[in-house]
């Protein structure tokens, strides 16, 4: 059975950081496509940044490049997302996502439909 366990969400001031932190069971990171994405009321979810090749090959949607990182542990089968200079508009239900490799040959735009095991999702917000 497939589990993802996120943390690491919170509340924090504009400009502030994050980690969250996705603990992945019953499937292996280092051969698999790992996704971070978020959604708001109203929203569609979308792709915030993947990851695969063991952590060789990575992709960020344009509104987070240079302020998010993500990147993986394997021997902890681990995937995080380190999030600086946070904005307002950052705030929003966190989901991490798993599925085979070839996954990530995906758009992040349209990531999220590629994706087949879901965590339960952590609250992010900031405040201006």
């Not at 997302?81 to 946070?86: D, I, K, V, Y």
Request: hydrophobic share 35%; glycine share 12%; net charge positive.
């Amino acid at each position: 059975q497939v589990q993802l366990m996120e943390s690491g969400g919170g509340s924090v001031q504009a400009g502030g950081s994050l980690r969250l932190s996705c603990v992945v069971s019953g499937y292996t990171v280092a051969t698999s496509c790992v996704g971070w994405f978020r959604q708001t009321p109203g929203k569609e979810r979308e792709g915030v940044a993947s990851i695969y090749q063991g952590g060789v090959s990575t992709y960020y949607a344009p509104a987070v490049k240079g302020r998010f990182t993500i990147s993986q542990r394997n021997a902890e089968n681990t995937v995080y997302l380190q999030m600086n200079s946070l904005k307002p508009e950052d705030t929003a239900m966190y989901y991490c996502a798993a599925a085979p490799s070839r996954a990530c040959m995906t758009s992040i735009h349209a990531l999220a439909g590629a994706m087949q095991h879901w965590g339960e999702g952590v609250l992010v917000t900031v405040s201006s």
